[in-house]
């Protein structure tokens, strides 16, 4: 029987977001983006969600998390909801968030806060959002008040979840809102994101010193198709560098360092308490002159993993390939990048509607994760994404996260297998080698 165990105080959770689990999010952004017909896959809405808002069924996800033995939950506070007209504050919504964070914590679940998991209020979309400067101070009073609310019951705290993936595909991409294509503006987004992270991490501290503040990173593992050409090494390289390292590095620096300009965020310096890590799949790239956008790289159609990929898992990853490996050198790498600071992986997952490879992505992925601990990777934490299956942005329902299943009609929930399996791990705080049984 081999053991692999994990540090003592680990945290073993799960990951959510308010809109896409809460329903009733009718006035922000993404909200309106789902009344235009064609946005969301099969017309879906986010209207009742998971029923977390009106049925407040987040009891009953966190009594099945708890008894998955789960210590840790990641979720998100839907700004919209707390303050719905600019500077007006909710007493309703704070106190459903104060609800929230207690059931957590009475199951014996550490709360880790996110303040900004890709909508904005219809208010803010009207002034522009991340696009003006004008955000950085909104953000952060945002910010303050929460703290100023909720600190009572939480001290652990993400300002803003992937700020890449918000800026490619609202600003490059455009298949979300506010569905544009236009890189000067991505790089200015990006830069407000930076500077607005820069100000609410200040502000949680000014409110609460002792507050834990990060960011969750969306990271993609590049990989040449050719290792042989030199030319195919170059391009991921710089791929590489402008999806995973501009951000992180200017965190360290304080400059902005985009393939085809720099700027300034000296504020940004030190503001990372801990690094979040999302980490879902690898990126094949060939080499392809017609596609300055993608700077000149373009991604091969994932090598599927044991098993036909059937159109669920194709519309995930597509175009990425799972790959532990790759898991286990970007952690290596961002404990090289942060030096002490924590690791905490913010997200990491499958979407697999019959449950068939969830299991093992699970166990690889945590083999690998184990061996870079091992190997002094200060990774303290794992929030596996999702607990039960949610809204999943313009794929609507279509795409299945969840440890937990959901039938939508009757608002049930049921534990996958996989869940039993990341139960065992849990409740061991080890993967053990042995017939997993709960
Ligand atoms: O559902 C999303 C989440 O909101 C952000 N990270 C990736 C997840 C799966 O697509």
Same mark, same amino acid.
């Given at each position: 029987?081999?053991?692999?165990?994990?540090?003592?105080?680990?945290? $073993?959770?799960?990951? /959510?977001?308010?809109?896409?689990?809460?329903?009733?999010?009718?006035?922000?952004d993404w909200?309106a983006w789902?009344?235009?017909?064609?946005?969301? !896959?099969?017309?879906?809405?986010?209207?009742?969600?998971?029923?977390? $808002?009106?049925?407040?069924?987040?009891?009953?996800?966190?009594? =099945?998390?708890?008894?998955?033995?789960? %210590?840790?939950?990641?979720?998100? *506070?839907?700004?919209? @909801?707390?303050?719905?007209?600019? %500077?007006? $504050?909710?007493?309703?919504?704070?106190?459903?968030?104060?609800?929230?964070?207690?059931?957590?914590?009475?199951?014996?679940?550490?709360?880790?806060?996110?303040?900004?998991?890709?909508?904005n209020?219809?208010?803010?979309r009207a002034?522009g959002a991340w696009e003006?400067?004008?955000?950085?101070? =909104?953000?952060? @009073?945002? &910010?303050?008040?929460?703290?100023?609310?909720?600190?009572?019951?939480?001290?652990?705290?993400?300002?803003?979840?992937?700020?890449?993936?918000?800026?490619?595909t609202g600003y490059?991409?455009a298949k979300w809102p506010p569905g544009k294509s236009d890189?000067?503006l991505?790089?200015?987004v990006?830069?407000?994101?930076?500077?607005?992270?820069?100000?609410?991490?200040?502000?949680?501290?000014?409110?609460?010193?002792?507050?834990?503040?990060?960011?969750?990173? %969306?990271?993609?593992?590049? !990989?040449?198709?050719?290792?042989?050409?030199?030319? %195919?090494?170059? *391009?991921?390289?710089?791929?590489?560098?402008?999806?995973?390292?501009?951000?992180?590095?200017?965190?360290?620096?304080?400059?902005?360092?985009?393939?085809?300009?720099?700027?300034?965020?000296?504020?940004?310096?030190?503001?990372?308490?801990?690094?979040?890590?999302?980490?879902?799949?690898?990126?094949?790239?060939?080499?392809?002159?017609?596609?300055?956008?993608?700077?000149?790289?373009?991604?091969?159609? &994932?090598?599927?993993?044991?098993?036909?990929?059937?159109?669920?898992?194709?519309?995930?990853?597509? !175009?990425?390939? *799972?790959?532990?490996?790759?898991?286990?050198?970007? *952690?290596?790498?961002?404990?090289?990048?942060?030096?002490?600071?924590?690791?905490?992986?913010?997200?990491?997952?499958?979407?697999? @509607?019959?449950?068939?490879?969830?299991?093992?992505?699970?166990?690889?992925?945590?083999?690998?994760?184990?061996?870079?601990?091992?190997?002094?990777?200060?990774?303290?934490?794992?929030?596996? $994404?999702?607990?039960?299956?949610?809204?999943?942005?313009?794929?609507?329902?279509?795409?299945?996260?969840?440890?937990?299943?959901?039938?939508?009609?009757?608002? /049930?929930?049921?534990? !996958?297998?996989?869940?039993?399996?990341?139960? @065992?791990?849990?409740?061991?705080?080890?993967?053990?080698?042995?017939?997993?049984?709960?």
């Amino acid at each position: 029987m081999t053991t692999l165990q994990f540090p003592d105080g680990f945290l $073993w959770g799960t990951a /959510t977001a308010a809109h896409q689990v809460e329903g009733g999010n009718d006035n922000n952004d993404w909200w309106a983006w789902e009344q235009i017909p064609g946005r969301i !896959k099969n017309g879906d809405s986010s209207a009742v969600a998971c029923d977390w $808002w009106r049925g407040e069924k987040y009891r009953a996800d966190f009594d =099945l998390a708890r008894a998955l033995h789960q %210590n840790a939950h990641r979720l998100s *506070i839907e700004w919209s @909801r707390i303050e719905p007209r600019e %500077n007006e $504050w909710d007493a309703d919504a704070f106190a459903f968030y104060r609800r929230v964070l207690t059931a957590l914590r009475e199951r014996g679940l550490t709360p880790l806060v996110t303040l900004h998991h890709f909508a904005n209020p219809l208010w803010l979309r009207a002034r522009g959002a991340w696009e003006t400067d004008a955000v950085v101070p =909104l953000f952060e @009073r945002f &910010a303050t008040r929460v703290a100023q609310e909720l600190g009572d019951l939480c001290d652990f705290w993400i300002t803003i979840n992937e700020p890449m993936v918000y800026t490619y595909t609202g600003y490059v991409n455009a298949k979300w809102p506010p569905g544009k294509s236009d890189f000067g503006l991505a790089m200015r987004v990006l830069t407000n994101v930076l500077r607005g992270h820069a100000a609410a991490y200040r502000a949680l501290h000014r409110v609460q010193p002792h507050a834990r503040v990060g960011l969750a990173h %969306n990271m993609l593992a590049f !990989k040449p198709a050719r290792p042989e050409s030199a030319l %195919n090494r170059v *391009i991921v390289r710089v791929q590489d560098y402008a999806y995973n390292r501009v951000f992180l590095l200017a965190l360290q620096d304080g400059r902005l360092r985009f393939p085809m300009g720099s700027g300034d965020v000296r504020e940004a310096i030190g503001t990372q308490d801990f690094i979040g890590l999302n980490y879902y799949f690898a990126r094949r790239i060939a080499v392809d002159f017609s596609q300055p956008g993608s700077l000149f790289g373009r991604a091969l159609p &994932a090598q599927p993993w044991g098993v036909p990929y059937d159109d669920e898992l194709l519309e995930w990853f597509g !175009k990425g390939d *799972i790959d532990p490996d790759a898991f286990y050198r970007t *952690i290596k790498w961002l404990a090289g990048y942060g030096k002490d600071k924590p690791i905490y992986i913010c997200e990491n997952g499958i979407c697999d @509607r019959n449950d068939e490879l969830r299991a093992r992505y699970l166990i690889t992925h945590l083999v690998a994760l184990q061996r870079a601990i091992q190997e002094g990777a200060p990774v303290k934490g794992y929030f596996y $994404w999702t607990l039960v299956d949610n809204f999943e942005w313009i794929e609507g329902y279509t795409l299945r996260f969840g440890l937990l299943a959901n039938d939508r009609a009757t608002q /049930t929930r049921t534990p !996958k297998p996989s869940a039993a399996i990341y139960a @065992r791990i849990a409740r061991e705080n080890a993967l053990v080698n042995e017939p997993m049984s709960q």
